[in-house]
């Protein structure tokens, strides 16, 4: 019969995943000859058979891939017959890359198994891993992904790994990272900076946390400090150390059955929790958890997340507790330490007890963080594990570049139709955040091979990222307004290019008026927007000042509705003085920046019914509020809508003067949270309702930090839906300030394709 040949390219996610195996496979099952290859492309097989095998071979490629790979395109080509004898895998070739480097991977069961089994030759080696989990993206410095080009490439594969390595029917056939104990890199323990001679140096670091002690261990993305989470001396020890007051710290469970005793799980956290992702989840608090009320203190909410490199699985076999706080170590502002030497000095003032291993991380990554809201997966915090899979987009974005915010800053960088969105930067406030943006830039443009022509920022003129952003080579530069990226980047990630209302609710974003924004209802498509509606301009009285010190904007509140002498007899535990200096501050607008922010309301009244009045983190008065609130509780406030200049203005007066009568009437301040709530959600339902009818539009965008609020989320969905209106908020990608980079990605497109 006559033979005939074909050359297909498949993109898509597929190095890194055991493509090149499968293909191996699928070519001997259906006997036809010829070599598959990794390119930059994507993956290159070339095939010679009979044609019927062929096209079964194409359907079977599509129908039986694995797991982990995404298949966006089969390229097939005619090709020359080279009548060859057997099939192949031969080694990478250089191209034009258009290929998506892998991200981390959650250590597989198979693995788990290997571990923890007496016989096998991996038998507790922390630093396994097969074709199907283990680092990818921290390891990668450049595309083709191939062992040569990650951290990797010094560990020599000893004979047993090489035969793995090249049998065609193991599990390790063509796997990138893998090691065992005779040739890969190895993991020890430092104390006061030397490594300290031993055969269990996982053991050494259990012992130390079964003390209360704290160790710094070197995990996939970066470092953690770990600590037992049922003690408290040593989580206030902890805190101290960290100035870190009441931010949550995340724990890291044993296993399932241990996180079903400290959280309430949905089915769908459950399997959140349990994929190869491996993010930290949000979820509901037991109230009878055996960990220690330091780990996430004055919210019902706790991040746990299980074990996901086999240091950690041997290290929680060991700890007497199967709960470890594991939080990023950072010095205060910087990004989490990676590398070896300098965690060990920069993190001598929290520990001197270090595990740590030689396999080095050339992209650092935090853990990603997860909250499920109304049965909706929103990302807190997109990085190990996600980063850097693509977002599909509607447009063409090709290098066009996003610097993202300087708050929980990524950058973003657009090819073809995808954008490659970066591991979480984070608070570009210190020198150290901003010199690690910058060599991360580098490396991410370099990994993806992309060049860039159009580069896009936020349009608040005393950003960082601005400044890093107009000082990059391209000719042009797009400004992009705040909360038309919100919404942006919740249009792009649903894959819509079209008109929406869009509901943009946060703390802080440049308004082209020169104020602060963060309650705005905008008439947004991806290239502009119209603002149709905000909340009412209120005086943030000491700016950024005020912003960590919720009760500033509690006085401003009441400033509004109460006479001087009511608001000087309003206890917010201001003296006499701090009080006319206010009053004045906000009488002649000094140093006081007129604010339409969702994220300062949150503060204003959490503050002046007494649940926090100081801001230790980014949200706390929020976060606060929200968990107090009565979930029974029915009651709303009233609020008032005006015209003016065209927009509609949400004006709060009446809640405020609402809050005041409760707080007279000893109503308990869960139910005036939960009215506070009910309110919001009347209020954004309402005008969404009202201008989506206006403008005959069936879909609302929400986007913004505060819709990482359950009670709001579901209040305003239930009530559009119900209406027949579609919402949509950023999938895939964060709604807070971490979607910028993404937004300003399409917005700029859509401006230069005009
Ligand atoms: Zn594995
Ligand atoms: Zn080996
Ligand atoms: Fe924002």
């Given at each position: 019969m006559a033979k005939s040949s074909v050359d297909l390219v498949v993109k898509g996610i597929v190095q890194g995943v055991g493509f090149r195996p499968f293909v191996f496979r699928l070519a001997k099952e259906l006997k036809l000859n010829g070599y598959v290859t990794n390119s930059g492309e994507g993956v290159e097989i070339h095939l010679e058979g009979e044609e019927s095998s062929i096209d079964e071979f194409v359907l079977r490629l599509k129908k039986d891939k694995p797991p982990r790979a995404r298949i966006d395109e089969i390229v097939e080509k005619d090709s020359t017959l080279m009548n060859l004898s057997s099939f192949q895998v031969i080694a990478s070739k250089e191209t034009k890359v258009s290929t998506i480097p892998p991200p981390d991977i959650a250590i597989c069961n198979d693995c788990k198994n290997e571990l923890l089994s007496?016989?096998?030759?991996?038998?507790?080696?922390?630093l396994i891993s097969c074709m199907n989990c283990g680092p990818r993206f921290t390891i990668i410095k450049s595309l083709p992904y191939d062992r040569s080009r990650t951290t990797l490439s010094k560990f020599k594969l000893c004979k047993d790994c090489e035969a793995e390595y090249f049998n065609p029917t193991n599990r390790r056939f063509r796997a990138e990272p893998i090691s065992c104990w005779v040739c890969g890199p190895k993991v020890s323990f430092v104390e006061n900076g030397k490594i300290v001679k031993s055969e269990d140096p996982i053991g050494i670091a259990a012992e130390l946390i079964n003390k209360g002690e704290i160790v710094a261990i070197k995990g996939i993305g970066g470092f953690h400090l770990a600590?037992?989470?049922?003690?408290g001396n040593t989580l206030k020890m902890l805190r101290a150390l960290k100035n870190r007051h009441f931010k949550p710290f995340a724990v890291m469970v044993k296993n399932i059955d241990f996180a079903r005793k400290v959280a309430y799980l949905s089915e769908e956290e459950e399997r959140i929790l349990l994929g190869q992702e491996a993010p930290i989840v949000l979820a509901k608090k037991r109230e009878d958890s055996p960990i220690s009320e330091f780990v996430s203190p004055k919210i019902n909410t706790i991040g746990i997340f299980l074990p996901y490199t086999g240091i950690h699985i041997l290290l929680l076999e060991k700890t007497s507790s199967p709960y470890l706080v594991m939080t990023s170590a950072n010095p205060k502002d910087e990004v989490i330490s990676y590398k070896n030497e300098d965690a060990i000095k920069k993190l001598s003032s929290f520990t001197s007890h270090f595990l740590i291993h030689n396999r080095d991380i050339y992209n650092f990554a935090d853990d990603s963080v997860v909250r499920v809201v109304d049965g909706l997966e929103i990302l807190v915090r997109r990085s190990r594990g996600y980063v850097p899979v693509p977002i599909p987009t509607p447009i063409n974005v090709d290098k066009v570049f996003g610097i993202g915010g300087d708050l929980k800053n990524t950058f973003a960088i657009g090819k073809e139709k995808e954008v490659f969105i970066s591991q979480h930067i984070g608070d570009l406030s210190s020198y150290s955040t901003q010199r690690e943006l910058k060599i991360s830039i580098r490396k991410f443009l370099k990994l993806l091979k992309q060049d860039v022509k159009v580069v896009a920022f936020d349009m608040h003129p005393d950003y960082y990222s601005r400044s890093v952003a107009e000082g990059m080579k391209s000719n042009i530069k797009v400004e992009v307004q705040h909360h038309h990226a919100h919404i942006a980047a919740a249009l792009a990630s649903n894959n819509l290019n079209e008109d929406v209302i869009g509901v943009a609710c946060d703390g802080t974003g440049y308004g082209t008026d020169g104020n602060v924004w963060g309650f705005e209802f905008l008439l947004s498509n991806l290239k502009s927007f119209r603002r149709l509606a905000h909340l009412k301009y209120f005086r943030l009285p000491g700016g950024d000042k005020a912003v960590v010190e919720p009760r500033r904007f509690a006085f401003s509140l009441l400033y509004e509705v109460l006479d001087k002498e009511s608001l000087f007899n309003f206890d917010l535990g201001f003296s006499e003085k701090e009080k006319e200096f206010l009053y004045g501050m906000i009488r002649s607008g000094t140093n006081s920046p007129m604010v339409s922010s969702c994220g300062r309301l949150f503060d204003g009244i959490s503050a002046l019914i007494g649940v926090c009045s100081f801001s230790t983190y980014e949200g706390e008065a929020a976060m606060e509020l929200e968990s107090i609130a009565d979930q029974n509780e029915e009651g709303s406030y009233l609020y008032d809508v005006s015209f003016k200049n065209s927009e509609i203005i949400l004006d709060p007066s009446k809640l405020v003067v609402d809050v005041i009568h409760d707080l007279r009437n000893s109503i308990p301040k869960s139910k005036i949270s939960a009215r506070f709530h009910n309110t919001l959600v009347k209020a954004i339902s309402e005008l969404s309702l009202y201008l989506a009818d206006e403008y005959k539009l069936k879909k609302v965008a929400l986007s913004g930090g505060s819709f990482l609020n359950e009670i709001l989320v579901k209040g305003v969905r239930r009530n559009l839906m119900s209406k027949g209106i579609n919402v949509i908020l950023p999938r895939g990608v964060s709604v807070n300030d971490s979607c910028l980079s993404l937004g300003q990605v399409v917005v700029a497109s859509s401006r230069e394709a005009n």
């Open positions: 007496k016989n096998d030759r991996r038998y507790l080696y922390p600590a037992d989470a049922t003690n």
